[in-house]
């Protein structure tokens, strides 16, 4: 089957169980926990062998998960990070749901090579938890300057809304310009 004749045929409706069975037939050796949860599929994979999966899940004629819905990162604290790709494949109609965990370490291979839209998805995750995309072709900040120092969705990150600007117990505009609470 070329590119072109896998792009272009039609989508077909594969119940998520049996779509579960394909992926486990394909990936089984390098995922655990391959399962069907809420519709969807979910499996975990080792940062060491998220590239090789990703590119089974996309190009393996019988999957054709060829497009990138989505990666972020979760922060868990104390047992590190976790990075969540969501693939989802147009021609069976079903989504597959990748939990990488990164343990404190927080670094895995980047998925520019596979999938150009993985681009941006690590530079925010990179950017808004700290997780580095080894490989990855330019790692800076998407949304915030240059200066700023830390990673905003960490837990243990500190709103500086929060430590500095106390809350007045003003409710309308004129209580406010009398001071507050009063």
């Known amino acids: 089957m070329t590119t072109q004749e896998r792009f272009l045929r039609s989508s077909e409706r ?106 941006w998805h690590e530079r925010e995750a990179h950017e808004m938890f700290g997780i580095n995309f080894e490989g990855h072709p330019n790692l800076v900040k998407l949304y915030l300057p240059e200066d700023f120092v830390g990673h905003p969705l960490l837990k243990s990150f500190k709103l500086a809304s929060r430590t500095y600007k106390p809350w007045p117990g003003a409710k309308d505009p004129s209580e406010a310009a009398g001071g507050g609470r009063g």
């Open 14 to 119: 594969v119940e998520p169980e049996v779509f579960s069975r394909r992926v486990s037939d394909k990936i089984g050796d390098l995922a655990t926990g391959i399962e069907v949860k809420y519709g969807h599929i979910w499996a975990t994979v080792e940062p060491a062998r998220i590239v090789d999966v990703v590119t089974t899940l996309k190009t393996d004629p019988d999957l054709l998960c060829s497009y990138l819905t989505f990666l972020c990162g979760v922060d868990w604290e104390a047992e590190g990070f976790e990075v969540v790709i969501t693939l989802y494949s147009v021609t069976n109609e079903n989504t597959v749901i990748l939990h990488v965990p990164l343990g404190a370490g927080a670094t895995m291979p980047t998925l520019t090579g596979v999938f150009r839209s993985a681009n």
